[in-house]
């Protein structure tokens, strides 16, 4: 898999508090540029990036980020405001206490009621694996698959690890058929982007790849 085939499942991400407009335009021209799946950026951002890119490319933000303990309602707020102002996709953080209180059919319905707010556009749930046990990650499987979401997404990049090769195994051996996976947080090479795709991840959350891309050019 070569170079322009990897970028093609790239959300090029940037999601740092203090991300400036001159930053999120570098990010965008460098995404339409190199043919990346997205751009993820802040929810303030939205509207400034969808009028900036049109439809050279998909906008992606972020609900719930990075702790996921805001109220539902607040939430599906963030989603209609995101939508409203442009976004294609959103990626949304669970209540982790939920999970942890095994209250799992609340974080369904959560997914659910942000799946609707989404008006047709795609929503990929976040689970922050590193912080959960092998049974609440399968738990969280069966949650977004029946919840109708369209990815589940490993991690925020914002927690004490990121996207590993097992978890995104333990994905496919769990999540339904309709439901994709997005591997985010320390993809850090060409070789790690190729494992995780190799494995099935149809999207990777990452900054690094289009950077070294870019290094490679100069």
């Not at 570098?26 to 950026?41: H, N, P, Q, R, W």
Request: glycine content about 6%.
């Amino acid at each position: 898999m070569n170079s322009k085939d990897i970028l093609k499942y790239v959300d090029h991400t940037l999601l740092s508090q203090t991300a400036s407009w001159e930053e999120i335009r570098e990010l965008c021209d460098d995404a339409v540029k190199y043919g990346t799946a997205s751009v993820c950026i802040p929810p303030s951002y939205v509207k400034q990036v969808k009028d900036y890119v049109q439809d050279k490319m998909a906008v992606c933000t972020v609900i719930g980020f990075p702790n996921g303990y805001a109220t539902t309602a607040a939430k599906v707020f963030e989603t209609q405001d995101a939508v409203k102002n442009g976004a294609d996709e959103i990626d949304m953080v669970i209540n982790l206490g939920w999970v942890k209180d095994r209250n799992y059919e609340e974080v369904k319905e959560e997914i659910r009621q942000i799946k609707q707010a989404c008006q047709g556009r795609i929503l990929k749930v976040i689970i922050e694996t590193c912080l959960l046990t092998e049974e609440e990650k399968i738990e969280m499987c069966r949650a977004v698959t029946d919840a109708g979401a369209d990815y589940i997404k490993t991690s925020t990049g914002f927690s004490k690890a990121g996207a590993t090769l097992e978890d995104i195994r333990l994905f496919k051996e769990h999540i339904g058929n309709d439901v994709k996976m997005k591997a985010a947080g320390g993809i850090s090479s060409l070789k790690d982007a190729e494992d995780f795709l190799s494995l099935g991840a149809l999207r990777l959350g990452t900054s690094r790849i289009v950077k070294l891309i870019k290094a490679e050019e100069e």
